[in-house]
Antibody
Framework: VQLVQSGGGVVEPGGSLRLSCEVS????????MVWVRQAPGKGLEWIGR??????????DYASPVKGRFFISRDDSKNTLFLQMNGLETEDTGVYYC?????WGQGSQVTVSS | SYDLTQPPSVSVSPGQTATITCSGD??????VSWFQQRPGHAPVTVIF???QRPSRIPDRFSAAVSGTRVTLTISGVQAEDEADYYC??????????FGGGTKLTVL
């Protein structure tokens, strides 16, 4: 099982970034996928979750990112996405995709002017 | 602030047993997981569904739930176990809840 993340980088406040998480080694379409982030020197913070299409494909978000971040999936490409808009300095941190059992390697997102 | 309460730090000598607690309302209702995070690395799941251990995790890791308190126990602690440990559960909407993390120091 592997979760390989891409995307991330440095962006100015108000900008946008998209993270990807390509998975292999399990049946992605059946998996509920989660994004978690970690601000520098801080603990883990849940961003949101997308259910499998067979379970409705519902997406839920944490309050700090609701309306700015959007989680989606492409089951044909075994890939999970996190579209981040209206980025704020407080969004700086490492972002992880996870199945709850396995984790991606993390993507650094820095929001700075 | 974090929804689940963990001690900030725990210290043990090699070979001893480390116990890390996690408390919060509703823990008895939903499954709890534990994540290990070494400095500069992604988290690793060491316990899921309260007390299940992924196959790649050594059997010195165990966990138990008692009411609103859960406990991660690491028996025969080794130097490589030094890390931050986070407990995690969900709320009624399915949103994840985390503890603030416990830094395990192996003396």
């Amino acid at each position: 099982v592997q979760l390989v993340q891409s995307g991330g980088g440095v962006v100015e406040p108000g900008g946008s970034l998209r993270l990807s998480c390509e998975v292999s080694g399990f049946i992605f379409r059946d998996a509920w996928m989660v994004w978690v982030r970690q601000a520098p020197g801080k603990g883990l913070e849940w961003i949101g979750r997308i259910k499998s299409e067979s379970d409705g494909g519902t997406v839920d978000y944490a309050s700090p990112v609701k309306g700015r971040f959007f989680i989606s999936r492409d089951d044909s490409k075994n890939t999970l996405f996190l579209q981040m808009n209206g980025l704020e300095t407080e969004d700086t941190g490492v972002y992880y995709c996870t199945t709850a059992l396995r984790w991606g390697q993390g993507s650094q997102v820095t929001v700075s002017s | 602030s974090y929804d689940l309460t963990q001690p900030p730090s725990v210290s043990v000598s090699p070979g001893q047993t480390a116990t890390i607690t996690c408390s919060g309302d509703g823990l008895a209702k939903y499954f709890v997981s534990w994540f290990q995070q070494r400095p500069g690395h992604a988290p690793v799941t060491v316990i899921f569904k309260d007390n299940q251990r992924p196959s790649r995790i050594p059997d010195r890791f165990s966990a138990a739930v008692s009411g609103t308190r859960v406990t991660l126990t690491i028996s025969g602690v080794q130097a490589e176990d030094e890390a931050d440990y986070y407990c995690q559960s969900v709320d009624i909407s399915g949103a994840w809840r985390f503890g603030g993390g416990t830094k395990l120091t192996v003396l």
